[in-house]
């Protein structure tokens, strides 16, 4: 029985059955748009913790030819000289920080995707070998973000990465 088939069953009806079930939604069960459209605009913060550092050469450049000093609206940054971020030295590995998942895919390459699933807003995804996985659900995710099978269907939010061998930026 979901939470609305139970609060009906109670009772509860319109504005008071929306207002009962609002009120059992925690923050980390914030549903995330997982389709980015394009001319759609994604947070803006910068998110610092233990493996987060700020760039402060006037000018990193990333193996692309992007310069990381020039970069806007940085979702984490990443220390990849760092023990906190020993994970992401070796192909396969993936580490979870601020509510996005960062994974080494081949070498010197990183994909970043939000970890709230697009089936059911729960923070459970985690990288899998070659995909992106829920697991509560089973949802199964590509690279570029697209479900690979009914429970991962509506997709999800994939973040651009940049790096220099030394810093690891994600950002939107």
Do not use: W
Request: proline residues 2%.
């Amino acid at each position: 029985m979901t939470r609305y088939d139970f609060l009906k069953s109670m009772g509860f009806t319109g504005a008071a059955l929306m207002a009962a079930l609002t009120s059992c939604i925690h923050e980390e069960d914030t549903v995330v748009n997982a389709l980015s459209l394009p001319g759609t605009t994604a947070p803006t913060s910068t998110t610092t913790s233990p493996i987060a550092s700020t760039v402060t050469s006037s000018t990193t450049v990333a193996s692309n030819g992007t310069d990381l000093s020039t970069i806007t609206n940085r979702l984490l940054t990443i220390d990849l000289t760092s023990s906190a971020a020993s994970a992401l030295k070796t192909v396969g590995g993936y580490l979870v920080q601020s509510g996005i998942v960062v994974a080494q895919t081949s070498s010197g390459v990183y994909v970043a995707v939000t970890q709230t699933c697009s089936h059911e807003p729960k923070k459970a995804i985690i990288f899998n070998k070659t995909e992106f996985y829920c697991t509560v659900h089973g949802a199964r995710y590509d690279l570029t973000g697209k479900g690979k099978n009914s429970f991962g269907s509506k997709g999800i939010a994939v973040y651009k990465t940049a790096t220099d061998g030394k810093t690891l930026v994600v950002y939107s």
